[in-house]
């Protein structure tokens, strides 16, 4: 692969682990909070917690590949701040790369890989999501809960 270079990525239809139709019902793009490798989870946690503190209902965390991990992690913490609701999904997607030749008379190379995605709803109250859905979690008991003065994270 020294002879070529990565020129582009698309995305092919994602191949669904469980009920196709849950990713959809959940999900709502103001809010998604797509979670990423690179970004901080501080940062994702207060803009949760702000989401919740403005009115909303729920909040869709959605992560890829190496980024599950930090939304899990991010998903536990915010329930230990508010009683959440939670509904998980798992998918795969296939990724498509494309590779352009340096060299003439080379032919463009794809390569397809798969690549996990999570999208975990995490909701205020149980209207907004299925309770009867294999990837859903009750909200942790009120000893298990810290009191969040929103207040505090608004600033």
Partial sequence: MDKYRLVG????VAASSSDPDDHEKY?????????TQQGKPRNYISYAMNLFANGS???VLKA???AINKAVTIAEILKRKLPLHQVN????SEI????????EGLDIVESKRYVSCMTITL???DTCIDKTSIGYQPPLS???IRDVDYATTQK
Avoid: H, N
Wanted: with cysteine; net charge negative; charged share 45%.
């Fill in 9 to 12: 990525e698309r995305k092919a």
């Fill in 27 to 35: 999900c709502c793009d103001e809010c998604e909070v797509r979670i």
């Fill in 57 to 59: 209902e729920k909040v």
């Fill in 64 to 66: 890829m590949g190496r």
């Fill in 89 to 92: 999904c798992l998918t795969s």
């Fill in 96 to 103: 498509i790369d494309v590779f352009e030749p340096l060299e």
């Fill in 123 to 125: 909701s205020t109250t």
């Fill in 142 to 144: 009120d000893d298990e």
